[in-house]
């Protein structure tokens, strides 16, 4: 099991930044892959982000592609999720996740074990 603790959210103007941290515990770090997701107010659960076991494969809804990226730093035992250019449709809770795989994965069913979220707003 890996507990996940997430941090960084918080209000930001559109076309502004934030870096969302998420440190691990519990299985070695780097022996599965990590995934970020979002749900917003009264939609479901969706992909964002995914990296795999080494950090060298990702992958990106296309809603976010060449705005945000994920990277991790298996030394640290840590994910991030860096947003750029965010726009008031990224507002939600973000999720971190821990696979049951070492490579990318878009689906939640692959993922075992979750971060209780960061609430990220994007308003002026």
């Known amino acids: 099991q890996v507990q996940l603790v997430e941090s960084g959210g918080g209000l930001v103007q559109p076309g502004g930044s934030l870096r969302l941290s998420c440190a691990a515990s519990?299985?070695?770090?780097?022996?599965?892959?990590m995934g970020w997701f979002r749900q917003a107010p009264g939609k479901e659960r969706e992909f964002v982000a995914s990296?795999?076991?080494?950090?060298?494969?990702?992958a990106y809804a296309d809603s976010v592609k060449g705005r945000f990226t994920i990277s991790r730093d298996n030394a640290k035992n840590t994910v991030y999720l860096q947003m750029n250019s965010l726009k008031p449709e990224d507002t939600a809770v973000y999720y971190c996740a821990a696979g049951n795989t070492k490579v990318v994965q878009e689906s939640e069913y692959e993922y075992d074990d979750w971060g209780q979220g960061t609430q990220v707003t994007v308003s002026s």
């Open positions: 990296v795999s076991w080494s950090g060298r494969s990702t």
């Open positions: 519990g299985r070695t770090f780097s022996s599965y892959g």
